[in-house]
């Protein structure tokens, strides 16, 4: 970096500071006050929190609807309203996306293409989305990064460490060390967008045989480390599809493509999606699936995959040595009895359906905030009996699990859980997964850190 552009980062940095600064103080004296017997509306709060991440976009509001997935990362006000946010800051002009892709692929950028809508299709927390036709006539997806991300990047995550510490001293059942270091280094890889084409073609490589979940294949030769090319998919966002009530057929054909879309991935490469947020799935017209977004993806080793077949098999057969041994690969410490027996209603909660071989939906249990009451319940005894520290790579899985749920309980899909996840574990051997990951990662040339 020249000095010139150090200094650019700095001033970057500070001003950035200097926006968010007075969102997370807000959180940090409320939660504080709260502790000390303080009135303060925290719904509210969390309310005008909401929307002043929303117009911030970068990777403060991203962590934030990462957190809402965690089991008392935040507080419950927090949570609530957090996991509804979605971008709402204006997106950038004509004139500065035109120099943007003139900044990545040259003075002549709009030579490269027949067609170049400047006018964003979508926004998200880290790009805006461009249509365009190439000179073959395909159409395709330009995702382009914001200015300034680095230190936008830099600025937030020392906000999101001061915010967790100060909640952490208030409210010490859940260590969040592990979790900032997962989500600062998740985060930091969905900034090099080099790396999200190496792992779209990871994800096209792994789903090759699953018709019913589509994968964007991206344009190498018009992508740079700030700006993604790839196919566009024609389908339209879940949740409006949601809202028109579709049959129960299709409802269920998009669950049996979520489910593979995720798990498919993780039970025979050890490799799993690390943002599973509504905006990042489009349903097409008959039923089948888009998946999109591969900034953030966690790849695991084969014994974390074995432990969490271990950990099913342990539920199913209420086996307490087994349960122990699976925590243990995870690599929890101190584990007393108490602790695995409180963290074991969650893995109860996540497990059940997966334990009962009939067609049903993914919970039985006809209220949304369930799940926060469960995760109320072990909250309360890790505060009893002493906290935990999750390993880091314990919460993408974790979050996915979460984030799925979620989503599967507003399809209403009523499926046979139990049979999908056997087709996917019933031949799992490590040695195997071992040898597919490392096949696939070196074919899509994703890095391996493992």
């Not at 024609?234 to 979520?258: H, S, V």
């Not at 349903?283 to 969490?308: Q, S």
Request: charged share 25%; proline share 5%.
């Amino acid at each position: 970096m020249t000095d010139a552009e150090d200094k650019s980062s700095l001033f970057g940095e500070l001003r950035r500071m200097a926006k968010t600064s007075g969102a997370v103080g807000g959180i940090a004296m409320r939660v504080a006050g709260s502790r000390m017997g303080i009135k303060s509306d925290r719904a509210a709060h969390a309310e005008d929190l909401k929307v002043i991440l929303g117009g911030l976009k970068g990777p403060l509001m991203k962590a934030a609807q990462f957190l809402t997935t965690i089991p008392d990362a935040l507080p419950k006000e927090y949570a609530a309203e957090l996991s509804n946010l979605q971008a709402n800051a204006p997106s950038m002009g004509a004139a500065f996306v035109r120099r943007r892709m003139q900044g990545e692929l040259g003075a002549n950028w709009q030579s490269r293409f027949a067609e170049f809508d400047l006018t964003a299709a979508a926004a998200a927390s880290l790009g805006q989305v461009h249509r365009a036709t190439l000179p073959d006539g395909r159409k395709v997806a330009c995702k382009l990064q914001y200015p300034d991300m680095n230190s936008t990047m830099e600025a937030d995550l020392k906000q999101l460490k001061l915010a967790m510490s100060i909640y952490h001293r208030m409210d010490s059942s859940i260590d969040p060390e592990e979790i900032y270091k997962e989500l600062a280094e998740r985060l930091r890889e969905e900034l090099d967008y080099t790396r999200e084409v190496a792992q779209m073609k990871l994800y096209g490589i792994m789903l090759a045989g699953t018709p019913n979940v589509h994968v964007p294949v991206p344009v190498e030769d018009l992508s740079t480390r700030r700006l993604v090319t790839m196919n566009w998919l024609e389908g339209r966002a879940l949740m409006k599809r949601l809202d028109e009530d579709p049959p129960l057929e299709e409802r269920n054909i998009t669950a049996d493509a979520l489910f593979r879309a995720w798990y498919l991935p993780f039970y025979r490469y050890g490799v799993i999606h690390g943002d599973p947020h509504l905006g990042n799935y489009q349903v097409c017209p008959d039923g089948t699936l888009n998946l999109l977004d591969y900034g953030a993806i966690r790849v695991f080793p084969a014994k974390f995959v074995a432990a969490v077949i271990t950990l099913y098999e342990a539920i199913r057969d209420d086996d307490r040595e087994k349960s122990h041994f699976a925590y243990e690969q995870w690599g929890f410490t101190d584990l007393s009895n108490e602790k695995m027996d409180i963290l074991n209603i969650w893995a109860k909660f996540l497990y059940e359906p997966l334990c009962d071989d009939r067609v049903r939906r993914i919970t039985e249990v006809d209220d949304p905030t369930f799940g926060r009451s469960v995760a109320f319940k072990v909250h309360e005894g890790l505060k009893r009996v002493g906290s935990v520290q999750p390993p880091r790579e314990f919460v993408l899985m974790d979050r996915a699990a979460i984030g799925l749920g979620s989503v599967f309980f507003r399809l209403k899909a009523e499926l046979n859980w139990c049979r999908l996840f056997h087709e996917l574990i019933d031949d799992f051997r490590t040695e195997d997964l071992a040898a597919r990951q490392t096949a696939a990662l070196a074919e899509a040339g994703v890095p391996n850190s493992l």
